[in-house]
């Protein structure tokens, strides 16, 4: 016990000592997602806000759509010819031209089918926008001459039950499984690769092979360490995320509110994830220790992202899993952290989840310190 | 000589798998018999040399004997406790040194030797009256607080050194000692294992270099391809002519006899 306490406390001051990891891994990440998503976030609402009237010429205004289409539009009059005027939208002077027939309100009430003409360019964004707004005035207001039935017509009722609440619920537990499975991952990779294959290709792991400590003491030691270290890089990843989103869906119409969750919400995908993260660690170091160089790790590795991978795509499509399911290790992880984020979080599968990852982290420990004990893949050069 | 025997040998054997390409080079032949048949014994107090041209087998025997590899046959038992059945027990008793056991570049001294003292259970009042005289004798106190990475070559061995006997071990195993230092690390170096056979230590070491051998040893085993053609006192071996002429003698009746 003393040995692995030695250990844990070589790595993290191997790693809490050196600025420059801390700030690589712990610091960096957040920050980045934070200020990448926020300003994404805020170019994304400039340009919903920023986007001006397209300017439109319309022959033969109909009287039944000039208060719709002028709200809408800068509708502009015409003192050129057409050729110059199609000349004008290509040169973004002006961005539509809307050609009615002559009476067209007439020719609708007479049971005719009058043509209207559109003339737009659709490699401008004005341009193409102007050319939908018309097309959708024009098609509420062919639904509202020849109406049939209506749909949710009346004004004062919320036909969409979802609250904002249960909306964000919705859109979290798509988004963050797969999100928090993929930087846990990454705050992984980045210490065990370094701690594990590096210190081999260096040699340094040898000169703790000749020293009483027990091989398992040195890979739980490893484990545990390691993935405290990574369980922050993933921390802070999530929270740079959780406070971007906000900014983020800000233009989607998607109000987020994070109050949707309660402490124990919270303390549940955090132990979910701390169970998920000794899985990837005990993974990691297994290849890494197979590896033979740092470089030769970050090749293995692939089919261990791509699993990861696949787990956490799973989880957007099993909506209502059976407790099968909650036994394949970091599956169960994301099925649990989907079911936190929707709301549908039940005891059972969360304690099961628990204890298959903790069982396979054992397992993949006790693997890690027979690798330890074999020259073969020690000392392989 | 000594009667107590702290390191006995028994028909140790190491082979290696060779490469395939390898293999049809060498007329179907499969392994690579790196140690064979090795027996001797070493005794308390005495440093004993393992000389051989490179690729002899000395370095494997050592790293047997530092329970870093295992034999496919035969034993060794240090101090009467077995590398093969109980190597945690062997790791306790003994000092290993190598070029190719490296200590992090990241850490200082200092830390290290915390650390390895740590590993082995050392006391904090014993490790830090250790840690005093042994910086204070490889002159490391100066540096003390300076990382890894910024040593030279000559000050990293001497960390070295000092960090493999933090637990005071009575068997010290040491390849190749002086590879690769100037003549005045070398020195301390050999200074320092007279120094500890002085205090009663046993030591090995391998090396290729006969006038260290000649310097040091109280007695050598000479091996060639894995096989211990000689082993005597330094002074009956050097009786008639010099440790290089007698080694010239042995090796080509040694790969003369199996031509």
């Known amino acids: 016990m003393k040995a692995v306490l030695a250990i844990i406390k070589k790595e993290f001051a191997r790693f809490f000592r050196d600025k420059r990891m801390v700030l690589t891994t712990i610091l960096m990440p957040g920050l980045l997602i934070y200020v990448v998503y926020s300003a994404i976030g805020a170019i994304t609402q400039s340009m919903v806000e920023d986007s001006a009237q397209p300017v439109v010429y319309v022959q033969n205004m109909p009287q039944s759509l000039e208060t719709v289409l002028e709200s809408v539009l800068e509708v502009r009059e015409q003192t050129v010819s057409d050729e110059e005027a199609k000349e004008q939208i290509i040169n973004g002077d002006i961005d539509a031209l809307v050609i009615f027939p002559q009476n067209f309100d007439g020719l609708t009430v007479s049971q005719n089918v009058p043509e209207v003409s ?30 049939i039935f209506d749909i949710n017509a009346a004004q004062d ?21 797969m999100v928090l499975i993929m930087l846990m991952l990454s705050g992984c990779i980045s210490v065990v690769l370094e701690s594990i294959a590096g210190e081999k290709e260096r040699g340094t792991i040898a000169t703790l092979l000749v020293t009483p400590v027990k091989r398992s003491h040195l890979a739980v030691g490893k484990i545990l360490s390691l993935s405290a270290i990574a369980v922050l890089s ?57 590896a033979k160089s740092t470089k030769e790790a970050n090749g293995l590795i692939a089919p261990v992202m791509i699993l990861a991978m696949v787990c956490a795509l799973c989880s957007m499509f099993i909506t209502s899993p059976s407790i099968g399911l909650y036994f394949i290790p970091v599956l169960n992880s994301t099925l649990c952290i989907a079911a936190l984020m929707a709301g549908t979080f039940a005891v059972m599968p969360f304690v099961i989840t628990m204890c298959v990852n903790i069982v396979f982290a054992a397992l993949l420990s006790v693997l890690l310190g027979v690798m330890f004990n074999s020259e073969k893949i020690m000392f392989n050069k | 000589m000594q009667d107590d025997c ?95 056991l490296k200590l992090e570049d990241f850490f200082t001294p200092n830390y290290l030797f915390d650390f390895f003292s740590e590993l082995h259970s050392v006391p904090h009042d014993v490790r830090d009256e250790r840690k005093r005289t042994l910086f204070a004798r490889f002159g490391i106190d100066k540096f003390a607080e300076v990382k890894l990475a910024n040593l030279s070559t000559g000050m990293k061995q001497k960390v070295s050194i000092v960090v493999s006997v933090v637990h005071d071990p009575g068997f010290i195993i040491f390849d190749e000692p002086t590879n690769g230092l100037d003549v005045l690390t070398a020195k301390t170096v050999t200074d320092y294992l007279a120094e500890l056979r002085a205090a009663g230590k046993s030591i090995i070491l391998s090396t290729h270099i006969f006038s260290l051998a000649e310097k040091l040893c109280d007695r ?11 082993l005597d006192t330094l002074a009956a071996l050097t009786a008639q002519k010099s440790l290089e002429d007698k080694f010239f003698d042995l090796y080509s009746e040694a790969v003369g006899g199996r031509a």
């Open chain 1, 234 to 290: 993933g921390v802070s990843s999530f929270v740079g995320l959780i406070l971007s989103l906000p900014a983020l869906m800000s233009g989607s119409g998607v109000e987020f509110t994070l109050a949707a969750y309660g402490a124990l919400d919270y303390i549940g995908i955090f132990l979910v994830v701390i169970s998920t993260v000794l899985i990837f660690v005990g993974l990691l170091a297994i290849v890494s220790a197979y």
């Open chain 1, 118 to 147: 559109i003339y737009y360019y659709s490699a401008n964004t004005t341009s193409s926008s102007a050319y939908s707004v018309v097309v959708s005035v024009l098609n509420s207001y062919e639904q509202q001459i020849a109406n």
């Open chain 2, 6 to 100: 702290i390191l006995k040998v028994e028909h140790l054997t190491k082979s290696f798998k060779l490469p395939l390409k390898q293999q049809k080079l060498e007329g179907g032949n499969k392994i690579k018999v790196a140690v064979n048949d090795l027996s001797f014994t070493a005794f308390k107090g005495e440093i004993f040399g393992l000389l051989g041209p490179n690729g002899a087998g000395k370095t494997t025997t050592l790293r047997i004997l530092a329970t870093l590899i295992r034999p496919d046959g035969g034993d060794a038992f240090i101090d009467g406790v077995s590398v093969v059945s109980n190597p945690y027990g062997v790791r306790g008793k003994i000092g290993f040194l190598t070029s190719e």
């Open chain 2, 220 to 230: 050598v085993g000479v091996i060639v391809d894995g096989r211990l053609v000689a």
């Open chain 1, 157 to 177: 009722v919320q036909y969409d039950l979802a609250d904002s609440r249960s909306v964000s619920a919705y859109v979290l537990s798509m988004v963050v499984p």
